[in-house]
């Protein structure tokens, strides 16, 4: 899977969540759930559950603090397929 491959998965799952459409339509590695996409911090527990069932990865509690923007989510997906 290539990096936007990745983002476009991210987004499909971020979708459901996004308070503000024209920041989703611009997003990219650096995009930030909370501050960009305003997708409050429950939502944003929803996104990782909904990532750890599309890609089977288990993300851990301490790794969810990296899933604030779209590369640290990025990141962790990789990190994680490798194994």
């Keep these: 899977m290539n990096k936007t491959e990745l983002?476009?998965?991210l987004k499909e799952i971020a979708k459901p969540y996004i308070q503000d459409e024209e920041a989703f339509q611009h997003v990219t590695e650096a995009t930030n759930f909370i501050d960009d996409l305003k997708i409050n911090s429950?939502?944003?527990?929803d996104i990782v559950l909904d990532v750890?069932?599309?890609f089977d990865i288990l993300?851990?509690?301490?790794?969810m603090?990296?899933?604030l923007t779209v590369k640290g989510a990025?990141?962790?997906i990789i990190?994680?397929?490798?194994?």
């Design 7 to 9: 983002i476009d998965a």
């Design 42 to 45: 429950a939502n944003l527990v």
């Design 52 to 54: 750890e069932d599309k």
């Design 59 to 63: 993300i851990e509690d301490d790794e």
């Design 65 to 67: 603090e990296r899933m």
């Design 74 to 76: 990025m990141d962790i």
């Design 79 to 83: 990190s994680k397929m490798d194994v």
